[in-house]
């Protein structure tokens, strides 16, 4: 915050101005603070509470994956279609829900892939999701 003279004996005007300033900046702050609050709480009901009527695998995929994750090509974490030409529907939900219990059974060193706590819905949602990006020789194979 802006520090200005209490008090100017010189000319009350600036006492005006001053006082002005500060209480402008005080009501900026306050806005900055409560659009913050609003934007957080908007990304985090977001996050913790995406059921809806129209809930499919790309939106659980867009909330939960994809800053890690994309459907083709190599991220940070493996892409879908990697995944799903890989692993069971089984072990997708596994490494979902409990990663650190499961990685070393899938062959990794380590993981940094943090667990989700998802609704069974919303598993099986993005669970799908991933394995229909599965090649499509193997899919004619299983």
Not at 97 to 115: C, I, N
Request: hydrophobic residues 35%; contains cysteine.
């Amino acid at each position: 915050m802006l520090s200005y003279p209490k008090s100017t004996k010189i000319n009350p005007f600036y006492d005006k101005i001053f006082s002005f300033i500060v209480k402008k900046e005080a009501i900026m702050n306050y806005f900055i603070k409560l659009f913050s609050i609003a934007v957080m709480s908007t990304v985090i009901a977001n996050a913790q509470n995406i059921e809806d009527t129209n809930l499919t695998g790309q939106k659980v995929f867009e909330t939960y994956c994809w800053g890690c994750h994309h459907q083709t090509s190599v991220a940070f974490g493996p892409s879908f279609e990697q995944i799903a030409s890989k692993r069971s529907e089984g072990e997708i939900k596994g490494y979902i829900t409990d990663p650190k219990s499961m990685y070393k059974q899938l062959g990794h060193k380590r993981t940094v892939m943090p667990a989700f706590d998802l609704t069974p819905q919303e598993l099986d949602l993005i669970t799908q999701f991933i394995l229909s990006f599965k090649p499509i020789q193997q899919n004619k194979a299983n």
